[in-house]
């Protein structure tokens, strides 16, 4: 029964994400707002994965209104949809992402600003994109941990990140992730959280598996600004494990 509920899901994900694709690049033809209209599917996206994942999303907090700079931790692929149902914006990722088959393609024209952190010229021009995304009314979302991880803890915030918020006395608002899964499943570390050495597809696979799973957003009341970016980044690694669940 379960592979069957895992196979029946991955074809709905994978015409959704697909046939939502396919009707972004035709409607942004004709649609004169392009960043409306990529919001519109962006949107219509995460809900489509909430619902064929079954994913119940608990809010602590209330999610900031764009324009806004929003970090977190980072658990899994499934962190993007779920903060995108409660939250307007786009993502910064890193750049390995954008060479991914199909998927790197989508995900560049659906607004993710790609910064390679191994390239310190590029800092500054993945900042500068981020604070044109800021002036034209959109969120941004980043994940300063720079990986997913299994939920044991939030790791240090990589201050690369956070540089040009630094630059600009930016405020940033933070929130963290967590999971939940039934009682008589597998604990949501081993199959929600994505950081064993297996593709997207194959943990897909097995999470689609699960009947159903809780994701909890905590976010956090007030921003923190700095114009240090390694103390910008230690606030807020200490705002967001103060808010922090480990996953079990």
């Not at 300063?144 to 991880?149: D, F, L, V, W």
Request: proline share 4%; hydrophobic share 50%; with cysteine.
């Amino acid at each position: 029964m379960q592979y069957l509920r895992a196979i029946f899901r991955f074809i709905l994900f994978v015409c959704a994400t697909f046939g939502l694709y396919a009707i972004w690049l035709v409607g942004s033809v004709f649609f004169p707002n392009k960043r409306f209209w990529r919001q519109i599917a962006l949107r219509t996206w995460a809900q489509a994965f909430v619902a064929i994942s079954r994913m119940k999303i608990e809010v602590v907090g209330t999610p900031p209104r764009p324009p806004f700079f929003l970090v977190s931790n980072h658990l899994s692929y499934t962190d993007v949809p779920a903060i995108l149902s409660v939250a307007e914006g786009v993502f910064v990722a890193k750049g390995e992402i954008e060479s991914w088959f199909l998927a790197g393609k989508i995900v560049r024209d659906m607004g993710t600003i790609f910064i390679n952190r191994q390239n310190r010229r590029d800092i500054p021009r993945a900042g500068a994109e981020i604070i044109k995304r800021l002036e034209s009314g959109e969120g941004v979302i980043v994940f300063p941990e720079g990986t997913s991880t299994k939920g044991e803890n939030v790791l240090p915030f990589n201050s690369s990140f956070l540089e040009f918020a630094a630059k600009t006395n930016l405020s940033v608002s933070y929130a963290s992730i967590t999971y939940q899964t039934p009682i008589a499943a597998l604990e949501a570390s081993e199959i929600v959280c994505w950081w064993e050495d297996i593709s997207f597809a194959a943990h897909l696979f097995r999470l689609f598996k699960l009947r159903e799973f809780t994701a909890i957003i905590n976010f956090g009341d007030e921003q923190v600004q700095s114009k240090n970016r390694k103390e910008l980044a230690q606030a807020l690694w200490e705002k967001v494990n103060e808010k922090f669940v480990p996953v079990l």
